[in-house]
Nanobody, 124 residues
Framework: QPQFVESGGGLVQSGESLRLSCAPS????????IGWFRQAPGKEREGVSC????????HYEDSVKGRFTIGRDPGKNTVYLQMSSLKPEDTAVYYC?????????????????WGQGTQVTVSS
């Protein structure tokens, strides 16, 4: 069962940036599709951004296009989510996930392996 350690969450002000990282334990991330998801209080978990294995295709949820960037750091066997121009509505617990398949659609039901989540809070 793949496991992850997520880091990089925190409290920031509107307009600031954060970089979330996800480090796997015991497997090579390059062989998996990866996704970042978030869940705000009282809301369902939603897909933020996903990338197919090999990085050929990426998907972004409409509200984060142009502000968030998903990527891999092969040298460190980690994946990241660079978040810029953060807004209060981005406040949520953010999860990284992996899928042995294609990784799309970018939906929680597509992904089978999950991190524990990291809190991101954006104040206005």
């Amino acid at each position: 069962q793949p496991q992850f350690v997520e880091s990089g969450g925190g409290l920031v002000q509107s307009g600031e940036s954060l970089r979330l990282s996800c480090a796997p334990s015991g497997f090579i991330m390059d062989y998996y599709a990866i996704g970042w998801f978030r869940q705000a209080p009282g809301k369902e978990r939603e897909g933020v951004s996903c990338m197919t294995s090999g990085g050929r295709l990426t998907h972004y949820e409409d509200s984060v296009k142009g502000r968030f960037t998903i990527g891999r750091d092969p040298g460190k066997n980690t994946v990241y989510l660079q978040m810029s121009s953060l807004k209060p509505e981005d406040t949520a617990v953010y999860y990284c996930a992996a899928d042995q398949g294609y990784g799309l659609p970018c939906s929680p039901s597509t992904y089978g392996y999950w991190g524990q989540g990291t809190q991101v809070t954006v104040s206005s």
